[in-house]
């Protein structure tokens, strides 16, 4: 088959399974494609002007089905405008299943590299594009504004904005994050004690290594920030710890008090709703942290550790769990997909930077491991869910947010898997101000 490798200038070649070039020497979509892909497709292209590019038997396909999908692809960067055309309609996906698009993603990021044309061709592409599809026009409506323009919301990081922030990413639906999280409602990084382990035992013995972290016995008193829906205040509590949960979410906050009061844990587990610098409670033996950090933003690391570190009492534990880049020189901040779709303002940094932070607000950083493969299965295990229940996901939340969360979590899963993003766990403990951490044992005491 013809690549169009060679195509510059007003060169016009013609292939049977793309269609030929128009009588004014118009690119179509397909052959454009080609031409950016340096011929190498995994997959097949059609789109709505008839031309269609890839193997013909390929086991993925991409439909463009609208002038208006060309316009988003035309305008915006990286990964945003395929987003934006999935998310609309304009783009559909062939061979997967929109609630784990994995196996699609997974080839083009093995095989798709864009190459940026010679000149004379790259003007010939934006002819044949048309000047009409080169002007912006509006996204999708389940798209949040650019960060520069939620300053309607508050400074980013401010109580407010981290309000609206928690709001839009975890009220989306109980029933929703039900049937995508599974019975342990957790929203977290599982620990898989086996590559057979199903999700809910891989999340219970999360809690579990948690837990033993921390050193927790029955009557002391556990702070668990950003609680989610309640899972390791719950966890503690049936253990006989005293546990306090806090989250931004109302909807969680509801959920989990719910939870709590079904499971007769009301005199031991409480679940508030609230931003965690709030919280006036002192003198805990253990704080947890499970899948915050990544909403507090760098700049707020120094006052976020320096607030948790004077709730413990000397000699308590600190355990922060959280997503990390692997490496601590890239700007912290989200872009594209994942911020104006998924995390608004969610940041990302190393796990070195983190241990610093922790260090330099005056607590005692013991002990680091990364769990990223762990991550990787955990995200398989969500969209298989969200599979398993896609007519229901769609009636509850719509066919465009649905289509969010299956683009997210599959795309999450290829990260953790290939190492461009990780999940550490940070343990730290507060000593009594001359060195003194108590009696901690010389070495982990908890079991792997």
Not at 39 to 49: I, K, M, N, Q, W
Not at 201 to 219: C, D, I, S, T
Request: glycine share 10%.
């Amino acid at each position: 088959m013809t690549t169009f490798k060679d195509q510059v200038g007003e060169t016009a070649e013609t292939d049977a399974a793309t269609g030929p070039s128009g009588d004014d020497g118009k690119l179509s979509l397909a052959e454009i494609l080609e031409l950016l892909a340096g011929g190498r497709l995994p997959l097949r292209f059609t789109a709505y002007d008839g031309s269609a590019a890839g193997p013909e038997d390929a086991p993925f396909g991409l439909e463009l089905t609208s002038p208006r999908g060309t316009t988003y692809l035309a305008t915006a960067r990286g990964d945003l405008g395929l987003a934006r055309a999935y998310i609309s309609g304009d783009i559909e996906v062939h061979g997967v299943h929109p609630g784990d698009p994995y196996e699609l993603l997974k080839a083009l990021a093995d095989e798709l590299v864009f190459r940026m044309p010679p000149p004379k061709t790259m003007a010939r592409i934006v002819r044949s594009i048309g000047v009409e599809h080169l002007r912006p026009i509006a996204p999708p409506p389940q798209e949040v504004p650019p960060r520069w323009r939620r300053l309607g919301t508050g400074r980013r990081h401010s109580k407010a904005r981290d309000a609206e922030v928690i709001h839009y990413h975890y009220d989306v639906s109980n029933t929703f994050y039900e049937w995508v999280l599974g019975p342990s409602m957790t929203y977290t990084c599982a620990c898989y004690p086996s590559a057979e382990a199903s999700l809910d035992e891989a999340q219970e013995n999360k809690y579990r290594l948690v837990f033993e972290k921390l050193r927790l016995e029955p009557g002391d008193r556990l702070l668990d920030v950003g609680c989610g829906w309640g899972g390791m205040v719950r966890y503690a509590a049936r253990r006989g710890v005293r546990a306090l949960g806090v989250t931004l979410s109302q909807e969680q906050a509801t959920w989990a008090q719910r939870a709590i009061a079904e499971e007769g844990l009301a005199d031991l587990a409480e679940v508030r709703y609230g931003d965690y610098r709030d919280i006036r409670e002192s003198g805990f033996d253990a704080v947890s942290s499970i899948g915050l950090l990544e909403h507090i933003g760098v700049r707020n690391y120094k006052g976020y550790f320096r607030f948790l570190r004077s709730r413990l009492r000397p000699g308590g534990l600190l355990l922060n769990h959280c997503i990390t880049r692997p490496e601590n020189r890239t700007e912290p901040s989200t872009h594209g997909f994942i911020d104006r779709y998924v995390f608004p303002d969610g940041e990302l940094t190393g796990s070195g930077r983190i241990i610093t932070e922790a260090q330099d607000a005056g607590l005692e950083v013991l002990h680091e491991e990364n769990l990223r493969p762990h991550y990787a299965l955990t995200l398989r295990d969500w969209c298989a869910n969200l599979v398993a229940h896609w007519d229901e996901a769609v009636e509850e939340v719509g066919l465009e947010k649905a289509k969010v969360w299956g683009l997210y979590m599959a795309g999450s899963r290829l990260q953790f898997e290939r190492g461009g993003i990780q999940l550490h766990q940070v343990l730290a403990v507060k000593d009594d101000g001359h060195g003194g951490t108590g009696d901690l044992p010389l070495r982990p005491w908890w079991s792997g």
